[in-house]
């Protein structure tokens, strides 16, 4: 993958309605940013415990936007886990079909949530 060709959606950048959208019910907000990408093939959410370290010092975000993001991501058959490592995890996002559009599952199927947490450290 050639990561400089991919549009890159700064979640902390949206406008303040996005992200008010975005903090009241994520999954709508990530689909539209998530499908409509500027060169064809697969859209990724990234999530990193810099991001949420960011989020929390710079309160442009509240301080568990990223847990929460994480957390949908593991519990949505729309999202698969592609990289998971001790400061980020990367989701593959497929577009939902009509099988995947219920109820997002209780998230646990994937251990990056509290992996990625805030935390004292630096990152």
Do not use: K, N
Request: no cysteine.
């Amino acid at each position: 993958m050639h990561y400089d060709d991919r549009t890159q959606v700064i979640l902390s950048q949206l406008s303040a309605g996005t992200q008010r959208q975005l903090l009241a019910d994520p999954l709508p907000v990530l689909r539209r940013e998530l499908t409509t990408p500027a060169v064809p093939g697969p859209s990724y959410l990234v999530l990193t415990r810099a991001q949420a370290e960011a989020s929390r010092l710079t309160g442009l975000l509240p301080d568990d936007t990223v847990r929460r993001l994480a957390d949908l991501a593991a519990g949505s058959p729309e999202f698969r886990a592609v990289y998971v490592g001790p400061d980020a995890v990367v989701y593959e996002y497929a577009a939902p079909t009509p099988a995947t559009t219920g109820p997002v599952a209780p998230a646990g199927a994937t251990p990056a949530p509290d992996q990625i947490q805030p935390s004292g450290r630096q990152p």
